[in-house]
């Protein structure tokens, strides 16, 4: 069976294509590289001795997304990864995020109307959620208005989708709400490339280590939780990247109770920014450098995820801890550094 990934050469999107590969699944990457490269590709091939079909294309190019999927018209689903993720520029560029991440999830889906098999899974996101009044946060939890562009595209991208469903009866979708993606995968063939200073608190961690950084700013020390430190559900990527296939499987097997669901995936465990510097440094015997500094505009204080609903009706759950994701995200940056 043959799926297309969009954004195949990223981050999730990679890990993905590594678990849909292990299944079987024919994959088909389309990936425009402006956060990416297409050594990817020989990192995949690495772990799955399969080398994927790729093709560069700007999902932004309308014309350009008609005619691949006039050539690809036998695909039995997608996996839409295909998305700018960085809040701050998000605030600072807000038109390129609307048209990078609405304008192309439009083009895809008017695109999929013309498949015989309509099965679309959609990277969203716990942003969706801000603050959550209750903790840990399920899939009722209200969406709250956004904090950043970035954040109000994944929130209209779900209404685009809901509403699409409600008229295109062949179309199903899965909205899948990230917590925080960390991690590598554990052949270190494949992991997180972020281009310039990372913004997320991982690459951070990792990038100081390796002495890169000179010292990571913990954002807040004096938040109302036990630590005074900020609280988030840190997922390996690669139990991330099972949910997607388990997902499009649900959609395949046409187990879905409605054609538009969503579901969090996060390892229902908080975890503070104190807590992920410790299990760093266990796992890598390294003293991290770092010191308490003032909070980050726009984080919330605690948000972890209320797996039940993907556990129980997915049928899937994380198998990793936050101790492996951070060796594997140690040994990628080592790898990627040649020490
Ligand atoms: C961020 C985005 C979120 C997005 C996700 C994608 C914001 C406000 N949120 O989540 O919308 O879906 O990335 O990956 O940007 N931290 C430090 N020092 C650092 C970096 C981070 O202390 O140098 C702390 C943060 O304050 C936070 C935690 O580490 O408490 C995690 O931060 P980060 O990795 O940026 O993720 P989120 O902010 O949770």
Redesign the pocket.
Known sequence: MKILVTGGLGFIGSHTVVELQNEGFEVVVIDDLSNSSLQVLDGITAITGVRPYFEKLDLKIKNDVKAFFKNHNDLAGVIHFAAS?A?GESVNEPLMYYENNINTLVYVLQEMANLDKQNFIFSS?C?VYGQADELPITENAPVKPA?SP??NTKQIGEEIIKDTCKVQEKLNCIALRYF??IGAHPSAEIGELPIGVP????P?ITQTAIGIREQ?????GDYPTPDGT?I?DYIHVVDLAKAHVVALQRLLSGKNDSNFEFFNLGTGKGSS?LEAIQSFEKVSGKKLNYKIADR?E??VISAYADTNKANEVLGWKTELTLDDAMASAWKWEKKIRNK
């Open positions: 993720k809040v996101s942003t904090e970035y954040g925080n993606p913004q997320n608190l991982v951070f990571l700013s913990v954002f807040g900020c988030r920014v980050r726009g984080d």
